[in-house]
């Protein structure tokens, strides 16, 4: 008979040090369970799967893999026709993607672009900046990447570093974060009225979720090289950027450019729910509006509506 999953099946005292946490895992005999193509699982020594993704979710049970698998697939040829139509009708797109870290952006920008055409469609992912851009106006080195006609460039992570690690760590200074918040809203309405679509997504996961997914990436050998020892000294701040996302949510959520919080404790939901949001913007060609619908409520919302982590 199957061990019974648990809650709280980890001693997840958010106080500890994540390094000590970890280690302590590891010597009570915590394993990961889960090969390609599969959801890693943290188990604890008695092999029950750690449930820390049900903490303050809509459902209890995880979407299931055939069910995420078949959705997945006919969203994904929703977004090649938005694709092919948008480079027929000169349509530019960008596609911000932010949220704490291990709340699944990378692993969303994934399925976004799996099946996409790469010629008309770009992931940018910046570096910090090097001494030329630090002399720049701040916006600068996001703008050299904006879309052309008929492209969709995805962000992962955008301009809103400064509203959210720069401002908790301390990179840059209270003048230039004000001046940011200032000018973000404006930047963005200028994006809008140039005729580029902007889309904002905000993926959230909760505090336990959080750090059972950094624990996954330490004790699993094949993920351990996404943690950096920035999510090491970051994870520790927790209220710090709670704070820093109130206040950009509060500053930065327009109804020219809004952000949409997307629940991702469940990845797959979470992914699904994004794709459908982004197509339910358009009426493009050969749409197909049963496979699209309408994006669950429970998991994607206007961020300034409602709290999220």
């Known amino acids: 008979m199957a061990k019974k999953p648990q809650l709280d099946a980890t001693p997840l005292d958010l106080e500890v040090n994540l390094r000590e946490f970890i280690d302590e895992l590891v010597a009570k005999g915590y394993s990961v369970t889960g090969g390609e193509g599969a959801d890693p699982q943290l188990i604890d020594p008695g092999g029950r799967a750690v449930l820390t993704w049900q ?28 694709q092919y139509w948008g480079q027929d009708t000169g349509l530019r797109n960008i596609i911000i993607f932010e949220g704490r870290d291990a709340a699944g952006k990378g692993g969303t920008i994934k399925r976004f672009t799996e099946h996409l055409n790469p010629r008309a469609a770009r992931v940018v992912a910046l570096a910090a900046p ?79 979720e959080q750090r059972t997914r950094f624990a996954i990436r330490q004790i699993d050998p094949v993920r351990r090289w996404k943690l950096s020892p920035m999510d090491l000294e970051s994870l520790g701040r927790w209220d710090a950027y709670t704070a820093a996302k109130d206040a950009m949510i509060a500053a930065t959520d327009t109804d020219h450019a809004p952000w949409m919080s997307v629940r991702s404790n469940d990845k797959k939901r979470a992914r699904l729910n994004a794709m459908k949001f982004f197509l339910s913007q358009f009426e493009y060609e050969d749409k197909n509006h049963e496979v699209v619908g309408t994006p669950d409520p429970r998991i994607v919302h206007r961020a300034r509506d409602i709290k999220a982590d």
């Not at 809509?58 to 977004?79: A, C, G, H, S, V």
């Not at 990447?145 to 995805?154: A, C, R």
């Open 55 to 82: 903490e303050d979710y809509p459902y209890e049970e995880l979407m299931d893999r055939e069910t995420y698998e078949q959705e997945k697939y006919l969203l994904q040829i929703e977004l090649l026709k938005l």
């Open 130 to 208: 090097n001494d030329r851009e630090r002399g720049q106006w701040y916006f600068q080195r996001y703008v050299q990447h904006f879309p052309t006609e008929g492209e969709i460039v995805l962000f992962d992570r955008s301009w809103y570093n400064r509203a959210g690690v720069e401002r908790v760590m301390g990179f840059c200074s209270d003048a230039e974060y004000d001046v940011f918040m200032r000018q973000a809203p404006e930047f963005e309405r200028m994006i809008v009225d140039a005729g580029i679509h902007l889309t904002k997504f905000w993926f959230s996961v909760t505090q336990r």
